[in-house]
T-cell receptor, first 109, second 118 residues
Framework: SQELEQSPQSLIVQEGKNLTINCTSS?????LYWYKQKYGEGLIFLMM?????EEKSHEKITAKLDEKKQQSSLHITASQPSHAGIYLC?????????FGTGTRLQVFP | KAGVTQTPRYLIKTRGQQVTLSCSPI?????VSWYQQTPGQGLQFLFE???????NKGNFPGRFSGRQFSNSRSEMNVSTLELGDSALYLC?????????????????FGQGTRLTVV
């Protein structure tokens, strides 16, 4: 079955710094979702990437899909405390949505 | 447009009891999926309902069950609670049922129900 692995598992950055989170699939990646979760709350849909090479941006968050590498990256520019939370990647598996292991981001002033 | 609503937000139960969680999907969405999230296991798929039919089930014991009503609202039941059932239970709604491999699921999640078993 397909698995999604995220790296790093945890990230602590100073406010204003840029950062990147990666999501690697064990099988061919036809597309990917990115979600953000505040501690103990539900997942907030960030964006969906459907084509290899596709890149989308929302405010200071940019995500790219590299089909050949079976990987997606999420890049945050000039991080802010509001970016703190858990970032999860997801994909349509053969019979259900599957999710990555999550990356916990902390941003300190 | 109202989002996905889960009730209650918090629950404390004792071992051996049973619990029912509720999820109201976004209006027009017919698919509801349930997930269990724990620090050690991450998001684990429980089951998915579409048009009142269970489409798929994860690897959980039979103590975990669910159903969906004609208005797409869904309930999840856990019987004979164990300490290990303590978790955040999340439901997600979407227009179509997931796992089609076509990247059109676009699931929206509720705030979750935090269940603590003591």
């Amino acid at each position: 079955s397909q698995e999604l692995e995220q790296s790093p598992q945890s990230l602590i950055v100073q406010e204003g710094k840029n950062l990147t989170i990666n999501c690697t699939s064990s099988k061919t990646l036809y597309g990917l979702y990115w979600y953000k979760q505040k501690y103990g709350e539900g997942l907030i849909f960030l964006m969906m990437l459907q084509k290899g090479g596709e890149e989308k941006s929302h405010e200071k968050i940019t995500a790219k899909l590299d089909e050949k590498k079976q990987q997606s990256s999420l890049h945050i520019t000039a991080s802010q405390p509001s970016h703190a939370g858990i970032y999860l990647c997801g994909a349509d598996g053969t019979d259900k949505l599957i999710f990555g292991t999550g990356t916990r981001l902390q941003v300190f002033p | 447009k109202a989002g996905v609503t889960q009730t209650p937000r918090y629950l404390i139960k004792t071992r051996g009891q049973q619990v029912t969680l509720s999820c109201s999907p976004i209006s027009g969405h017919r698919s509801v999926s349930w997930y269990q999230q724990t620090p050690g296991q991450g998001l684990q798929f429980l089951f998915e309902y579409f048009s009142e039919t269970q489409r798929n089930k994860g690897n959980f014991p039979g103590r975990f069950s669910g159903r969906q009503f004609s208005n797409s609202r869904s309930e999840m039941n856990v019987s004979t609670l164990e300490l290990g059932d303590s978790a955040l239970y999340l439901c997600a709604s979407s227009l179509v049922f997931s796992g089609q491999g076509t990247m059109n699921t676009e699931a929206f999640f509720g705030q979750g129900t935090r269940l603590t078993v003591v």
